[in-house]
């Protein structure tokens, strides 16, 4: 999320506190928060945590270039079926393997879903 998403997020938390402190949920509301009633609804404690975990968090950019590398090599690797005739992943690396490109896109998905 960048900022804007975080503050939008943050003052719709801070709404529904608000709201819970004074008078009854939505029914609507309740039933989205309570994900159609399989769920406890955040307690005022809950809601403050999460919006300081979300205060505290910096927006996750996504390395673009590195993913679109990823891509290209895997869209390489399909079409002529072998590893061998791609380029190194990294600098360092003299070819891939089908290993380094599990490796490599278990590490992009990961600096994305962190």
């Known amino acids: 999320m960048n900022d804007r998403e975080i503050a939008a997020v943050l003052a719709g938390l801070r709404t529904l506190q608000n709201v819970q402190q004074h008078e009854a949920l939505a029914p609507e509301i309740m039933n989205t928060m309570t994900n159609g009633g399989s769920l406890v609804p955040l307690s005022d404690i809950e809601i403050d945590a999460l ?6 968090s910096t927006p996750m950019v996504p390395d673009v ?5 990823f891509v290209q090599q895997v869209a390489r690797l399909s079409h002529s079926g072998d590893p061998e005739m791609l380029g190194p992943i990294d600098p360092d690396d003299s070819h891939v393997t089908l290993d380094k490109l599990v490796h490599k896109a278990r590490a992009l998905a990961a600096t994305v879903l962190a």
């Open 51 to 56: 919006c300081e975990d979300l205060n505290s």
């Open 65 to 69: 270039s590195a993913m679109w590398a």
